[in-house]
């Protein structure tokens, strides 16, 4: 199985500071095919499913504020908020799609300093 | 719009099974794969299995296999997944989600149904 492991686990910021999110898998998740890499990050806020911030680890999904941003390839990535906001508060994870079974991150908990 | 909406939740005994379904709308049921995500208390996404509404095939996480089944009803666009044998470290929200392939992401979630097991 693909292994995806976060950093840090848990993560203090202050509102208008940036936050900065790794994840990195244990084998390539691209295909040179497609030359995308498939690394999905989620947002989940206390009590509620799951959401999609960015898939393919770059590309922002319908909605998504663009202070959300992700970056990098091969097995190292990164969340990146810019600006954080008082609604960001939430767990944060990073899944690979490449391969099954589909395997998150464990989580990084994101609270305002 | 789409939505997935899940049975509300089930308390077990230890030993018992649980079905959970999850009925979609807003999309074309068949033109995308639907994902089991199950969370326990306090932990992190943990993925089950995936079913093609499509042609009824499956992929099962390997510590699922022989004990979860899961099945579609394209007559209703609704998604099940039974759970056998359950035990306490069974206790979670349990989530479906639209499997999207050519995203690459699970873009839909259910609101998520919680099945506790206990004695």
């Known amino acids: 199985d693909i292994v995806m492991t976060q950093s840090p686990h848990s993560l203090a910021v202050s509102l208008g500071e940036r936050a900065t999110i790794n994840c990195k898998s244990s084998q390539r998740i691209s295909y040179s095919s497609t030359n995308r890499n498939y690394l999905t990050w989620y947002q989940q806020r206390p009590g509620q499913p799951p959401k999609v911030l960015i898939y393919w680890a770059s590309t922002r999904q319908s909605g998504v504020p663009d202070r959300f941003r992700g970056s990098g390839s091969g097995t190292n990535f990164t969340l990146t908020i810019s600006s954080l906001q008082a609604e960001d508060v939430a767990v944060y994870y990073c899944q690979q799609y490449h391969t099954t079974p589909y395997t998150f991150g464990q989580g990084t908990k994101l609270e305002i300093k | 719009q789409v939505q997935l909406v899940q049975s509300v939740g089930e308390v077990k005994k230890p030993g018992a099974s649980v079905t959970v379904s999850c009925e979609a709308s807003g999309f074309n049921f068949s033109n995308f794969g639907i994902s089991w995500v199950r969370q326990a208390p306090g932990e992190g996404l943990e993925w089950m299995g995936w079913?093609?509404?499509?042609?009824?095939?499956?992929v099962y996480a390997q510590k699922f296999k022989g004990r979860v089944t899961m099945t579609t009803d394209t007559s209703t666009n609704t998604a099940y997944m039974e759970v056998r044998s359950l035990r306490s470290a069974d206790t979670a929200m349990y989530y479906c989600?639209?499997?999207?392939?050519?995203?690459?992401?699970?873009?839909?979630w259910g609101q998520g149904t919680l099945v506790t097991v206990s004695s």
């Open positions: 989600a639209r499997d999207n392939w050519e995203s690459g992401d699970f873009d839909f």
């Open positions: 079913i093609s509404p499509n042609n009824g095939h499956t």
